[in-house]
């Protein structure tokens, strides 16, 4: 697709330099000269010259004033002479001249053309890479989360058997039913993880005080993250929002954080106005994201965790909420000394 | 075939017979030629000589390995009505009359012209003659003049200065028409 496009790109600019070349060619080159080598305009000047020439015998008096003026006409008539006789080969230099100048401009054209041809091509290539790497990376947590449940359960299945096979005591086979249960609760909450990244609903805007939104977050979820501790710095803005969706926000943006910032995590939410609009920040006091994946976090299974400790779709889906909300959530900055997350909310949205 | 090769050469016999040759002389080891009138009369050759511009006629001589040259100018001065002519022979002496009739133009032109010198008693000669329709300081002029204004600007005004430097330098006195004879000269 790209090649043919480069290709379209290539032949439509030759066809117009050719068609700028042929009109110059055509229409201009030649026509300065033709308009100083016109028949009449050098019979004017033998006219001229010949009046000269009347006049001296009419007026001897002024004889050397008509001689100037009849050597300056002729002069011209000469210069003009020469002209005439070397335009064929001052037209073909000229021509000549207009083809290199049009066909170094082709050939630049071209040269630039193919290096963008090739630029994209590498770019295409290396984005499939990616995408498939991506895949790869994707398709090993997926086998990796599942994989672990189902080979526990299994085990713990076996032993069940073995246990009822034997005559075991009921305690010992409940403890082992348990088990298998526990392996299953394991998968089904994985199967979750996943529908809730599919089932990503449309939201249902009102307005609502973002303040006391964040308020109710901070007072409600303070318990949540044992080793994070929620701030709010105040201040109020009405935004269109819904509720549910936004909260879900706000708890995979600590989740993260808690994740990140180890025993004594702090989350700061701060409210921000620009004119009308309206953000959210929230500041923790983590280790950062690694610079090797901020380009990528939003992208689904893109994570810091271990196999097993979660898909990395959190920021994903909360991206795609806000999104939802005709807005935007993006990473404003991260270091050593914390990350911040600026929440955008839609203008006007409902 | 064979009868249009027959009918090209019989042209080609005819018109040989039709053009003039120079004649030549050998004295005191200078080879001297007088042109032919039919040099003159040869049609694009009057309609330049009228123009006004300098025609002039180049007469090479070519023996074995040396050449030698002569510079004929002629130029028919429209004030005066007269015909200036110069000649530079091979020596570079140089001859100017002023001719008031085309007879004495074409007296003028039969006048033999020092063409080389030699102290050979036999000399194949191979004499060229261009006839150029102006001279190199019309052609100087010319170029000035096409340069400096191109009829559009000024030199100064960046690529139409380029433009009309790269027209004023194709131009140049391409010859006309050219004649060419070859003679084998002897004392004996």
Redesign the interface.
């Known amino acids: 697709m790209t090649r043919t496009r480069s290709l379209a790109i290539l032949l439509a600019a030759v066809a117009a330099a050719a068609l700028l070349f042929w009109v110059v060619l055509h229409q201009v080159s030649g026509h300065?000269?033709d308009?100083?080598l016109r028949p009449d305009v050098r019979q004017a000047l033998e006219r001229s010259?010949e009046d000269q020439?009347q006049l001296r015998k009419l007026d001897p008096q002024r004889r050397e004033v008509y001689?100037r003026r009849?050597?300056e006409t002729?002069?011209l008539?000469?210069?003009i002479?020469?002209?005439r006789?070397?335009r064929e080969?001052?037209l073909?230099?000229?021509e000549l001249?207009l083809m290199v100048v049009f066909s170094l401009g082709a050939l630049l054209a071209a040269v630039t053309l193919w290096m963008r041809y090739r630029r994209e091509q590498a770019r295409e290539r290396a984005e499939y890479l990616q995408r498939v790497t991506s895949l790869q990376e994707t398709a090993r947590r997926h086998a990796h989360e599942i994989k672990g449940p189902l080979t526990a359960a299994r085990l713990e299945l076996e032993r069940f058997t073995d246990l009822a096979r034997r005559g075991a005591a009921e305690q010992e086979l409940n403890a082992a039913h348990d088990s298998v249960g526990e392996e299953l609760e394991r998968l089904a909450r994985f199967t979750r993880e996943f529908s809730s990244f599919g089932g990503v609903g449309s939201p249902v805007l009102r307005r609502e005080s973002l303040g006391q939104l964040v308020e109710e977050f901070c007072s409600t979820f303070a318990n949540a993250w044992p080793s994070l501790r929620l701030d709010d710095t105040g201040g109020d803005a009405v935004v269109c929002v819904d509720r549910d969706l936004f909260r879900q926000v706000l708890v995979n943006l600590c989740t993260n954080s808690a994740r990140a910032a180890g025993e004594d995590g702090r989350m700061t939410f701060s409210i921000v106005k620009n004119g009308a609009q309206v953000m959210l920040d929230a500041r923790d006091n983590g280790s950062g994201i690694p610079p090797s994946l901020r380009a990528r976090v939003f992208d689904p299974y893109v994570t810091t965790r271990r196999i097993g400790e979660g898909m990395g779709l959190g920021l994903s889906i909360s991206r795609k909420v806000m999104l939802d909300h005709g807005g935007d959530l993006e990473l404003l900055e991260s270091s050593a000394a914390g990350t911040v997350f600026r929440i955008t909310f839609g203008v006007n949205a409902c | 075939m064979t009868r249009a090769a027959l009918a090209a050469l019989l042209l080609f016999a005819l018109s040989a017979r039709a053009q003039q040759r120079p004649s030549f002389t050998m004295q005191g080891g200078v080879v001297s030629a007088a042109l032919p009138s039919s040099v003159l009369q040869d049609a694009s050759v009057q309609k330049q000589l009228g123009?006004?511009?300098t025609t002039t006629f180049l007469v090479v001589a070519r023996e074995n390995k040396r050449l030698s040259g002569v510079r004929l100018e002629v130029r028919y001065d429209?004030?005066d009505e007269v015909w200036l002519v110069k000649r530079v022979d091979f020596e570079g002496k140089i001859d100017r009359q002023r001719l008031a009739s085309r007879e004495a133009l074409e007296k003028w032109w039969r006048t033999p012209v020092r063409l080389l010198s030699t102290a050979a008693d036999r000399v194949l000669l191979q004499v060229d003659v261009s006839v150029l329709?102006?001279s190199a300081a019309?052609?100087e002029?010319?170029r000035q003049?096409?340069t400096k204004s191109?009829?559009?600007g000024t030199a100064a005004a960046g690529g139409g200065g380029i433009?009309d430097a790269?027209?004023g330098t194709?131009?140049?006195a391409?010859p006309i028409t050219s004649f060419r004879w070859n003679v084998d000269l002897s004392l004996r």
């Open positions: 300065w000269l308009v100083a010259m020439k001689r009849f050597d002729q002069t008539l000469n210069r002479e020469v002209l006789m070397n080969a001052m073909r230099r000229f001249a | 123009s006004g511009l429209l004030w329709p102006f019309e052609e002029d010319a003049w096409i191109g009829g559009v433009v790269l027209i194709t131009i140049s391409r």
